[in-house]
């Protein structure tokens, strides 16, 4: 996927202030540029054309896993996690987003200084963008195990969407679109399946849905745990979090990623075998359209995962 440049006007979150994206710049000698040490955050929003209105998809447990993994560094984030909901909503009122959209809060060791040793200078800032589908995935994706390992929790933890770490994820993937598939999968050092280079996975096997648990280096993710809940719920599918093992992947019935970027994303091939029928398969098809009902609003058992942009009462989040 390529994405678009933000347009410049683009209304953000700096320095505690509501700026263009254009003047909101750092020094070239800030300590995470030059080190990685800034933990950052993705957050989904849908705009529901019959309501007229954009919800933030779980904005609050977003950000809770924001300052906590934020804490990993020791970088503090003043805010609590309602209230940088409640200012991301007010990010997507000045911009008049009438789309989906992608939010991207990035918490930071801000020191303009040469020297790997952090201090307590921190900062943060949040900018929301329009945003489409991140995988054309209506055929199903191509995705290749790859040679690099997933970061251990012993080196930097993978439960943290720490930035140096995600030089791991950009080695992947520039290895499995060279070796011409979609996204990449990662082995764990002992040899289990752990993550692809930007989301969780799941394989469908014995009539089991399967997951690898957080002890093989996987982010713990929101969208991966909505998921389950959406599995157990309203497919009455019985989710086991276990280790999995690489030939797994060529045997099972389907597999597919989740996160909140790719949402649902059917695998229809590991390293060039076709999964199952090599077809998008059908509980990942029957996930996808609960998903996207349930983020979309329209599913009244999942409304508190919500946050309503343009209807901001407390009555209306309630509703």
Not at 73 to 87: C, E, M, Q
Not at 257 to 275: C, K, L
């Amino acid at each position: 996927m390529k994405t678009e440049a933000p347009n410049p006007n683009t209304i953000v979150w700096f320095n505690e202030k509501f700026i263009p994206l254009g003047e909101a710049n750092v020094n070239i000698l800030t300590h995470a540029l030059n080190y990685g040490t800034g933990v950052f955050e993705g957050i989904r929003g849908y705009f529901e054309e019959k309501q007229q209105d954009l919800f933030l998809v779980r904005p609050v447990e977003h950000y809770q896993r924001w300052k906590r993994n934020a804490g990993i560094l020791r970088i503090g984030i003043p805010k609590s996690a309602t209230d940088l909901a409640a200012l991301t909503a007010e990010l997507c009122r000045r911009n008049g987003f009438r789309s989906h959209v992608y939010v991207r809060p990035l918490a930071y060791k801000c020191s303009a200084r040469i020297g790997v040793a952090p201090d307590e200078n921190d900062a943060y800032a949040i900018v929301v963008v329009p945003f489409g589908d991140y995988f054309d995935s209506t055929k199903g994706l191509r995705a290749g195990v790859v040679s690099w390992r997933r970061v251990e929790d012993t080196a930097i933890p993978s439960r943290a969407k720490i930035c140096g770490a995600y030089v791991n994820s950009v080695l992947a993937t520039d290895e499995a679109r060279h070796n011409g598939h979609d996204e990449a999968i990662f082995l764990t050092e002992e040899g289990h399946v752990s993550d692809s280079a930007t989301c969780n996975l799941f394989i469908f096997r014995n009539g089991k849905l399967v997951t690898p648990p957080g002890t093989d280096n996987i982010l713990e993710g929101i969208t991966r745990a909505s998921v389950i809940d959406l599995a157990r719920n309203e497919m009455r599918l019985e989710v086991v979090e276990r280790s999995i093992s690489r030939s797994e992947l060529y045997v099972s019935d389907e597999v597919f990623f989740t996160g909140t970027a790719v949402e649902i994303a059917p695998i229809v091939a590991v390293d060039h075998r076709p999964v199952g029928t090599g077809e998008v398969g059908p509980v990942a098809t029957k996930l996808r359209s609960l998903y996207v009902e349930a983020t979309r609003g329209r599913l009244l058992n999942y409304r508190q995962w919500l946050w309503p942009v343009y209807r901001t009462t407390a009555a209306d989040k309630a509703a």
